[in-house]
T-cell receptor, first 116, second 109 residues
Framework: ETGVTQTPRHLVMGMTNKKSLKCEQH?????MYWYKQSAKKPLELMFV???????ENNSVPSRFSPECPNSSHLFLHLHTLQPEDSALYLC???????????????FGAGSRLTVL | GQNIDQPTEMTATEGAIVQINCTYQ??????LFWYQQHAGEAPTFLSY??LDGLEEKGRFSSFLSRSKGYSYLLLKELQMKDSASYLC??????????WGAGTKLIIKP
């Protein structure tokens, strides 16, 4: 058990659907992250929340909308996605703030998204 | 600019030693991380180096040379369960993590 739980583990959606990915951590961490992982590509940071405040948005298209209602929960709302958005979406949390040096990330197992 | 490189795939034999290299170019540096990711699972933290030298943790060791922009992960006494992808990432001057594409390690009996 990694301490970071993501649901659903697998999601198939059409381009006109609206769905949400959920991430939950009970590690007492104050920073949470969304990453996109595509095959044979580096992890792409999408969003960062620090104490529930969004501190990073890496030029992510507006069809991805994050929500962080509290420091334990993070959502990624999906709307009118494209087939190239198919990937593994990883959530992570960290005890330290994103601007600290030895900031170890604890990842969830990811949500495998397929856009038809 | 920011650039990081690691081999795409490596194969090794059970019981042997393997070294996975990671090279990077950056104008600002705040440490280098290694993570392990088994297929279908979460990446898990292995090591963090911010000073030059070798850090040993059981069968795994990580080395850093800041002047050469070079790190390696050394795995000894390989076991089948070590088959996984190994992700290298450095932290730049803005504390952003810059990730390599990962090295898939295949262990053969």
């Amino acid at each position: 058990e990694t301490g970071v739980t993501q649901t659903p583990r697998h999601l198939v959606m059409g381009m006109t659907n609206k769905k949400s990915l959920k991430c939950e951590q009970h590690l007492g961490h104050n920073a949470m992250y969304w990453y996109k992982q595509s095959a044979k590509k580096p992890l792409e940071l999408m969003f960062v929340y620090n104490f529930k405040e969004q501190t990073e948005n890496n030029s992510v298209p507006s069809r991805f909308s994050p929500e962080c209602p509290n420091s334990s929960h993070l959502f990624l709302h999906l709307h009118t996605l494209q087939p190239e958005d198919s990937a593994l979406y990883l959530c992570a949390s960290s005890e330290g703030t994103p601007d600290s040096g030895a900031n170890v990330l604890t990842f969830g197992a990811g949500s495998r998204l397929t856009v038809l | 600019g920011q650039n990081i490189d690691q081999p795409t795939e490596m194969t090794a034999t059970e019981g042997a030693i393997v070294q996975i290299n990671c090279t990077y170019q950056t104008s600002g540096f705040n440490g280098l991380f290694w993570y392990q990711q088994h297929a279908g699972e979460a990446p898990t933290f292995l090591s963090y180096n911010v000073l030059d030298g070798l850090e040993e943790k059981g069968r795994f060791s990580s080395f850093l040379s800041r002047s050469k922009g070079y790190s390696y992960l050394l795995l000894k006494e390989l076991q089948m369960k070590d088959s996984a992808s190994y992700l290298c990432a450095y932290m730049d001057s803005n504390y952003q993590l810059i990730w390599g594409a990962g090295t898939k390690l295949i262990i053969k009996p």
